[in-house]
């Protein structure tokens, strides 16, 4: 069972202050001692050793300073930055616009040779028509109160950026809740333009679409958050307020098992159709 997606971010701030607690006991510093070199309060110390307060590279520089470890400084500085980096905010990512958000993923789309997608909500962005994908980018826009709407135009990037499952040299995998298909994101008629080109998309050779029924009689896994699988390297979970990146082979380890347990329970071919066609029909 997958951990709380935050966790790897969290274990690498734990490292950093692990290696600064113990460049400060191979100093023979107390807590105290170091505050006063550094010249800020002792709770400071401790919350930084804590891991409850990530410490600026100014403070890593005082720091190694404080214990005649200055040569450390560089390195932790940019392990700090790494381990925030991998807990995105979706407020600071998306202030340069929706659509910068979607262009920002070509490379990384680009250099993966296999997707492996699970969503219980929303039909997975590589299979968005642009009339969901404006639907749920309006919805994004307006919940992030942005000063500028760019929702069309990131809807119609979604939609290009998606045009690499045509592309040679790429799978995927993607597997999707019933319930996703009966949620309705814009109006009837961009829900049924959406239901309909997953019967096209859902039947491409490099496409393998499967769809988890809601009366499955039992379940390996409860639905789960989204998160994408790029090749055994990265996965990126999706949450209300921020983007968590894991690469921390443990706990790639759990996603892929949980994602291998989510497709068990997933209907192909004739019956993941016999679904989409029971939402379409769902929709007069």
Excluded at 95 to 118: E, I, M, P
Excluded at 187 to 208: E, I
Excluded at 252 to 277: D, H, I, P, T, W
Aim: charged letters at 25%; one cysteine or more.
């Amino acid at each position: 069972m997958p951990v709380s997606p935050s966790s790897s971010a969290q274990a690498a701030r734990e490292r950093v202050a692990q290696r600064l607690h113990e460049l400060r006991a191979d100093a023979g510093l107390t807590g105290t001692e170091l505050a006063l070199r550094c010249g800020w309060s002792h709770p400071k110390t401790s919350r930084i050793e804590n891991a409850r307060t990530p410490p600026t590279p100014d403070d890593i520089r005082a720091w190694c300073r404080a214990c005649e470890a200055e040569d450390q400084a560089a390195d932790l500085i940019a392990q700090s930055r790494d381990a925030e980096s991998q807990y995105v905010e979706w407020r600071r990512k998306v202030r340069a616009g929706l659509k910068h958000l979607q262009t920002s993923y070509l490379q990384l789309h680009q250099s993966t040779q296999l997707f492996r997608v699970y969503s219980a909500t929303l039909i997975p962005g590589l299979l968005q028509t642009e009339g969901y994908a404006a639907a749920v980018l309006g919805i994004s826009a307006q919940f992030a109160d942005l000063p500028v709407d760019d929702s069309a135009e990131a809807a119609r990037a979604r939609v290009d950026r998606s045009r690499i499952i045509h592309e040679p040299g790429h799978k995927f995998v993607l597997l999707v809740e019933e319930a996703a298909l009966n949620y309705r994101i814009g109006d009837a008629d961009a829900m049924a333009a959406q239901l309909g080109y997953l019967l096209t998309a859902g039947a491409l050779p490099q496409v393998s679409l499967g769809i988890i029924p809601t009366a499955t009689s039992e379940r390996a896994q409860w639905p789960r958050e989204t998160f994408h699988i790029y090749d055994d390297t990265l996965v990126s979970v999706e949450l209300v307020s921020a983007r968590v990146r894991i690469t921390q082979p443990s706990e790639l380890a759990q996603y892929l098992k949980a994602f291998e347990q989510l497709r068990s329970m997933a209907e192909y071919g004739a019956g993941a159709r016999a679904l989409v066609l029971k939402a379409i029909e769902a929709l007069h």
